[in-house]
């Protein structure tokens, strides 16, 4: 009999962990797309997002104080004109569901790396020497500790023009405080 309550509490765990699996990977409710089910549906002319000749370290700079003095996290956004990807992305975040959201937890850094050669001492800063894999590259920074927060993730929306928009709101909604 004794056997048969363990086995129940082993079952009954094992539940609990897939449902807490499950839970964290469904679509956070805070962030939920509303005004487009398709990313084609974005207006055009999509925006241009990134100052090519902003002073990336004054940016960034400016954004983490921003952010420490807001309690919010910074939302480093690595890219460049050119990109579809990250024109798609700055496109969805002008969204009116998504705009407020973002401001609420993030303060927002643009930094031009043009074609993978310029500014690269700002993911340096947090030990992203390698070449980039791909753009939009973002680093989600806590600013009271200086912490990468997405590591391992940053360049999550690098094809973001094959995603849903939910799915790209649920990945910046993952990391929100």
């Not at 050119?82 to 303060?107: M, N, Q, T």
């Not at 790396?113 to 980039?132: E, H």
């Amino acid at each position: 009999m004794q056997m048969g309550l363990v086995g129940r509490f082993w079952l009954a765990a094992a539940a609990a962990m897939v449902m807490v699996f499950t839970a964290s990977a469904a679509t956070d409710t805070r962030l939920k797309i509303t005004s487009i089910s398709d990313l084609s549906q974005l207006s055009t002319p999509l925006p241009y997002p990134y100052d090519e000749k902003a002073n990336a370290d004054r940016v960034v700079d400016a954004a983490l104080a921003k952010a420490k003095a807001e309690h919010k996290l910074a939302f480093i956004d690595l890219g460049g004109n050119w990109c579809a990807d990250c024109r798609i992305l700055s496109g969805l975040i002008d969204l009116p569901e998504v705009k407020p959201f973002v401001e609420s937890h993030y303060v927002v850094a643009m930094v031009d790396v043009g074609r993978f050669n310029k500014n690269l001492q700002i993911p340096a800063r947090w030990g992203i020497v390698d070449r980039l894999e791909g753009v939009p590259a973002i680093l989600i920074i806590d600013p009271d500790d200086d912490s990468l927060v997405d590591r391992g993730h940053f360049v999550a929306l690098d094809d973001a023009r094959h995603m849903t928009p939910q799915a790209i709101a649920d990945w910046m909604a993952r990391w929100a405080k």
